[in-house]
């Protein structure tokens, strides 16, 4: 892509510290509550979220008993939309291709959980 839109360049930063935080939030996630809303706009899927990956495709499949919105982060701050993921669906996603991107994992998006 050519430039890069104000949304991207606001987004990116938020993107990139998520992913970063992934392992760490991820492995603290039993020992909290239900998070508030707004905390969990802010982390990344819960455990019974998987990912895989290769370079055509990213894998989430939702193992959880609750719906949720997610998003994929990527380690060059590429943004893809969000997806709501029903429990027991497997959605797919962009790989990280062929030019040494990493998919970093699965992330909430703002709202996460749907009731």
Not at 36 to 58: K, L
Not at 68 to 93: I, K, M, N, Q, W
Request: hydrophobic residues 35%; proline residues 7%; glycine residues 10%.
């Amino acid at each position: 892509m050519k430039g890069s839109s104000p949304m991207r360049q606001v987004m990116r930063p938020f993107i990139m510290t998520a992913a970063a935080l992934l392992p760490v939030l991820a492995g603290s996630a039993a020992a909290h509550a239900t998070p508030s809303e707004a905390e969990r706009a802010q982390t990344g899927a819960p455990a019974c979220v998987e990912v895989g990956a290769d370079w055509r495709y990213a894998f989430v499949t939702n193992t959880c008993s609750s719906t949720y919105t997610l998003t994929v982060a990527y380690s060059d701050g590429r943004e893809v939309p969000c997806r709501v993921v029903h429990p027991g669906d497997r959605v797919t996603f962009p790989g990280h291709g062929t030019r040494g991107d990493r998919v970093l994992g699965a992330v909430l998006c703002s709202g996460g959980t749907e009731h």
